[in-house]
């Protein structure tokens, strides 16, 4: 006859990859459920930047699309009145991983780009900030030209 094993009986190094497990999801979880705010960036005609002045609060994020060549020579920067407000830099057709992180390296990124197509710039709160419900305002400046 079989026995059921109980919570209670399983050895306690297994209760806690379980709970470490279920923990672990729910964080995953959250993080990929939150709604991120997209918007295409469009340059004047004939322009070769473009800059935004926006805010966010709290966990919000707004990631800005921004449509260009393999080769071509990009600068983004962003000035905030919040100093957990950071940018990402991703290529395309990536969500999560960034060739860029404004938190690790400031709010200044340039270099040549690799890739064609949308860019992604994520503008966001450091967790800390964002459990606070605090505003950030910023100017994010983007500027892309040839390599000649």
């Known amino acids: 006859m079989k026995q059921k094993l109980q919570i209670n009986q399983m050895p306690q190094s297994i209760k806690y990859v379980l709970l470490s497990a279920l923990f672990g999801f729910t964080v995953i979880h959250g993080v990929i459920a939150q709604d991120i705010k997209k918007e295409q960036v469009r340059f004047e005609k004939g322009a070769n930047s473009a800059t935004i002045e926006a805010s966010i609060t709290g966990d919000e994020t707004i990631d800005y699309m921004l449509n260009v060549k393999k080769g071509q020579y990009i600068n983004v920067s962003m000035a905030t009145d919040n100093g957990a407000n950071y940018f990402n830099v991703m290529e395309p057709n ?3 991983e960034a060739i860029f992180n404004g938190s690790i390296n ?10 064609s197509g949308n860019y992604t710039i994520r503008v966001y709160l450091m967790r800390s900030a964002a459990r606070r419900n605090e505003k950030a305002n910023y100017r994010l400046e983007m500027i892309v030209t040839n390599k000649d």
């Not at 400031?106 to 890739?115: R, W």
């Open 94 to 96: 990536e969500e999560y």
């Open 106 to 115: 400031e709010n200044q990124y340039e270099g040549v780009l690799q890739k």
